[in-house]
C-alpha cells in the first residue's frame, strides 16, 4: 500500500453533521497536510500540520496528528453541502535534506445530504 | 489573478504527437511541481522544479515526459508521442518556498489521447 492511505474511501453523512476521515501513512515526515478537491478542480490547501504538533484548528475543521501510529484525522464539524468533495491527506516525507513532492493516498469521498 | 494558471485546461492528442501543458505559478513563487491524477486516484508526484534548475525529477518517466522552468515563462511538461496510458489529469503546484510550505495548485490540464 502507498504512503497516505484515507479512509473510509467514501462517506455520506446528512448536512449539520460531524465527518471523520482517517490517514495512515509509512514512513517518517516533516509535516501532513489536508487538501479538498471538487470535482473537475484543483486541490485546495486545507491546513497543515507538522511533525511536532499533535492538534491544529481552522475554522470548522480539526486536524489531529499521531506520529507513533503515523495516523491523522480530520474531522469536519457541522458540516454543509457545499463540503462535499474528495479529501486527501499528503505527507512531506522527512528524507534527509531537500524539498520533494507530496505523496497524496486515494482520497475520501465526502458526500453531504442536503 | 494570483492563482496558479494552467493551459489548455483540455488537450486532445492522437497517438504519437507531442503534447506541452504550461504552468504559471502564483506570483512571487518559484517552486514549481508537477503531479499526474488517473480517474478514482490520489495525485502522484512526477518533478519539482525551482527556476531554471530540476530538483527532483524521481516520479517522471524515463522516456518521452520532460519538464522545464526557464527564467522567464511558465514551466513546461512535455510529452512525445503520447499513447493512450498517458490520458489523465496533470497538475501543476507552486509554492513560495520549497520547504514545510503548502502547494498552490491549479486546476490541471485534462489530456486525452485518441
Known amino acids: 500500500s502507498q504512503q497516505g492511505e484515507e479512509d473510509p474511501q467514501a462517506l455520506s453523512i446528512q448536512e449539520g453533521e460531524n465527518a471523520t476521515m482517517n490517514c495512515s501513512y509509512k514512513?517518517?515526515?516533516?509535516?501532513l497536510q489536508w487538501y479538498r478537491q471538487n470535482s473537475g478542480r484543483g486541490l485546495v490547501h486545507l491546513i497543515l500540520?507538522?511533525?511536532?504538533?499533535r492538534e491544529k484548528h481552522s475554522g470548522r475543521l480539526r486536524v489531529t496528528l499521531d506520529t507513533s501510529k503515523k495516523s491523522s484525522s480530520l474531522l469536519i464539524t457541522a458540516s454543509r453541502a457545499a463540503d462535499t468533495a474528495s479529501y486527501f491527506c499528503?505527507?512531506?516525507?522527512?528524507?534527509?535534506?531537500?524539498?520533494?513532492?507530496?505523496?497524496f493516498g486515494k482520497g475520501t469521498h465526502l458526500i453531504i445530504q442536503p | 489573478n494570483a492563482g496558479v494558471m494552467q493551459n489548455p485546461r483540455h488537450l486532445v492528442r492522437r497517438r504519437g504527437q507531442e503534447a506541452r501543458l504550461r504552468c504559471s505559478p502564483m506570483?512571487?513563487?518559484?517552486?514549481v511541481y508537477w503531479y499526474r491524477q488517473l480517474p478514482e486516484e490520489g495525485l502522484k508526484f512526477m518533478v519539482y522544479?525551482?527556476?531554471?534548475?530540476?530538483?527532483?525529477e524521481s516520479g517522471m518517466p524515463k522516456e518521452r515526459f520532460s519538464a522545464e522552468f526557464p527564467k522567464e515563462g511558465p514551466s513546461i511538461l512535455r510529452i512525445q508521442q503520447v499513447v493512450r496510458g498517458d490520458s489523465a489529469a496533470y497538475f501543476c503546484?507552486?509554492?513560495?518556498?520549497?520547504?514545510?510550505?503548502?502547494?498552490?495548485f491549479g486546476d490541471g490540464t485534462r489530456l486525452s489521447i485518441l
Open positions: 503546484a507552486s509554492s513560495q518556498t520549497g520547504y514545510y510550505q503548502p502547494q498552490h
Open positions: 514512513t517518517s515526515i516533516n509535516n
Open positions: 500540520i507538522r511533525s511536532n504538533e
Open positions: 499528503a505527507t512531506d516525507p522527512d528524507s534527509g535534506g531537500g524539498a520533494d513532492g507530496l505523496t
Open positions: 506570483k512571487g513563487h518559484s517552486h
Open positions: 522544479l525551482q527556476k531554471e534548475n530540476i530538483i527532483d
